[in-house]
């Protein structure tokens, strides 16, 4: 599995296109398995996957490298806090289907605008592009409203603290990462084995040597079952 440094994170975070979408392509499978989640409720597939990735991108942008876990488990709660609010808002808020398919073009200039100036574009801005009335541009920001709010809901409770900082200080990690990372199902049907080099892997920070020793086994033997359980696992999430 390809693992994401820093050095690319910062570059994305300083606007650079390039290192933006190769982070947004290797993390692809992620994303759509989390919009997997919600399909099948009245939006469409592609309206639900611009506001995850609009998400994905805002995390990407409040991402501290210097966090002892990856951008992937950061990611995962934004991704779904958008969607949910979104559905949520969408639902207080009844537009015309012609705003909702003003909606979808938005989410997708504001993608792209972010790849591309790291920053959020404006009202003019877009009803320049799409040649639209402001008006009509500002009823149609107005049922997303997921998205300008992701900072304030998401990472915090009642209390004030943030849900994100509680993910490594939960009793059961384990359980709570795989449920974030949404592929609980596809874990749980693995082989004894396979599923224990998995979550000593990538839950647990084990080295493959430490796993080897661990299941009585080489590391060179880890290495060929690791990449063989995540390749078979990438193609059950895309296909």
């Given at each position: 599995?390809?693992?994401?440094?820093?050095?690319?994170?910062?570059?994305?975070?300083?606007?650079?296109?390039?290192?933006?979408?190769?982070?947004?392509?290797?993390?692809?499978?992620?994303?759509?398995?989390?919009?997997?989640?919600?399909?099948?409720?009245?939006?469409?597939?592609?309206?639900?996957?611009?506001?995850?990735?609009?998400?994905?991108?805002?995390?990407?942008?409040?991402?501290?490298?210097?966090?002892?876990?990856?951008?992937?488990?950061?990611?995962?709660?934004?991704?779904?806090?958008?969607?949910?609010?979104?559905?949520?808002?969408d639902?207080?808020?009844?537009?015309?289907?012609?705003?909702?398919?003003?909606?979808?073009?938005?989410?997708?200039l504001?993608?792209?605008?972010?790849?591309?100036?790291?920053?959020?574009?404006?009202?003019?801005?877009?009803?320049?592009?799409?040649?639209?009335?402001k008006?009509?541009?500002?009823?149609?920001?107005?049922?997303?409203?997921?998205?300008?709010?992701?900072?304030?809901?998401?990472?915090e409770?009642?209390?004030?603290?943030?849900?994100?900082?509680?993910?490594?200080?939960?009793?059961?990690?384990?359980?709570?990462?795989?449920?974030?990372?949404?592929?609980?199902?596809?874990?749980?049907?693995?082989?004894?084995?396979?599923?224990?080099?998995?979550?000593?892997?990538?839950?647990?920070?084990?080295?493959?040597?430490?796993?080897?020793?661990?299941?009585?086994?080489?590391?060179?033997?880890?290495?060929?079952?690791?990449?063989?359980?995540?390749?078979?696992?990438?193609?059950?999430?895309?296909?």
């Amino acid at each position: 599995m390809y693992e994401i440094d820093s050095e690319e994170i910062l570059r994305a975070q300083n606007n650079d296109k390039d290192a933006m979408t190769k982070i947004i392509k290797i993390n692809s499978g992620l994303i759509w398995s989390i919009v997997k989640r919600f399909l099948g409720r009245g939006y469409d597939k592609e309206e639900l996957e611009q506001i995850a990735y609009i998400g994905f991108i805002k995390a990407i942008k409040g991402f501290d490298v210097s966090l002892d876990f990856k951008l992937s488990t950061y990611a995962v709660p934004y991704i779904i806090g958008e969607i949910k609010r979104f559905i949520r808002d969408d639902g207080a808020i009844k537009v015309s289907r012609s705003i909702k398919e003003l909606s979808a073009k938005i989410g997708q200039l504001q993608r792209e605008y972010l790849i591309k100036k790291g920053k959020e574009i404006t009202i003019e801005e877009l009803s320049k592009k799409l040649s639209a009335e402001k008006e009509d541009i500002v009823l149609a920001l107005e049922s997303q409203k997921s998205i300008e709010s992701i900072d304030k809901n998401v990472y915090e409770d009642e209390s004030g603290e943030s849900k994100i900082s509680k993910i490594s200080n939960q009793k059961d990690e384990t359980n709570i990462l795989i449920d974030k990372l949404c592929i609980e199902e596809l874990i749980n049907k693995l082989e004894i084995r396979d599923k224990k080099i998995i979550l000593l892997r990538y839950y647990k920070g084990k080295t493959q040597t430490e796993v080897a020793k661990l299941l009585g086994i080489t590391q060179v033997q880890v290495s060929r079952l690791e990449k063989r359980i995540l390749n078979e696992m990438r193609e059950k999430i895309i296909s």
